[in-house]
């Protein structure tokens, strides 16, 4: 098993453009989770889906979009990138609730100028 | 306010030394509680998830204790090695239903030194 994949590893943004983080899970998970961590930070939660078709907000969602159209792929979107995004952002699932272990992505590096 | 706060903040310690991280928190209600190790320009890895009946938890060299009376966690690590050097992130989960929440700290990065 792969687990969790994330594509890219590292883009560079110029304000304003749009881009799409993807993120893949093989161990038939329903939970899928995208973090953001910035230097010297927790991480926090942006969107979350609890199955293919359901998706809801977290700590941090405006600016970003989700999608969950399989139980593999949840997709970020960004519209409209910001200096403030600037961040690592990572995904990750679980096989149930948020009380069971979370499995983490390599994670995408995002620089926004 | 939920949080979660670690210490010390960075932490450098001689190879095949002995160290112990800590970690206060103030959620509620309170549903477990999870060490995670985080090297370098990787995800988070589980090391330990501990529920409010449990007062201790090992995994290899890590023991992880929780007090749920004092709102405390720790993270032990015996005899460091030098691919221990990462940061090390407390997770206190809120709540009891599906949509309970993650409360992360911000980190304890650890140096094992030569």
């Known amino acids: 098993n792969a687990g969790v994949t994330q594509t890219p590893k590292f883009r560079i943004l110029k304000i304003g453009q749009s881009m799409t983080l993807q993120c893949t899970q093989d161990m038939n998970h329903n939970y899928m989770y995208w973090y953001r961590q910035d230097p010297g930070m927790g991480l926090k939660l942006i969107y979350y889906?609890?199955?293919?078709?359901?998706?809801d907000k977290g700590e941090v969602p405006n600016g970003y979009n989700v999608s969950r159209s399989t139980t593999e792929d949840f997709p970020l979107r960004l519209e409209l990138a910001a200096p403030s995004q600037t961040s690592v952002y990572f995904c990750a699932s679980s096989p149930g609730q948020f009380r069971e272990t979370q499995y983490f992505g390599p994670g995408t590096r995002l620089l926004v100028l | 306010k939920n949080q979660v706060e670690q210490s010390p903040q960075s932490l450098i310690i001689l190879e095949g030394k002995n160290c112990t991280l800590q970690?206060?928190?103030?959620?509620?209600?309170?549903?477990?509680l999870r060490w995670y190790k985080q090297d370098t320009g990787r995800g988070p890895v589980s090391l330990t998830i501990m529920t409010f009946s449990e007062n201790t938890k090992s995994n290899g060299r890590y023991t992880a204790t929780l007090d749920a009376d004092t709102k405390q966690s720790s993270l032990h690590i015996t005899a460091s090695q030098l691919s221990d050097s990462a940061s090390y992130i407390c997770?206190?989960?809120?709540?009891?239903?599906?949509?309970?929440?993650?409360?992360f700290g911000q980190g304890t990065t650890l140096q094992v030194k030569p």
């Open positions: 997770v206190v989960s809120a709540g009891s239903s599906n949509t309970g929440k993650l409360i």
């Open positions: 970690c206060n928190y103030t959620v509620s209600p309170f549903s477990n």
């Open positions: 889906s609890v199955g293919a078709g359901i998706t």
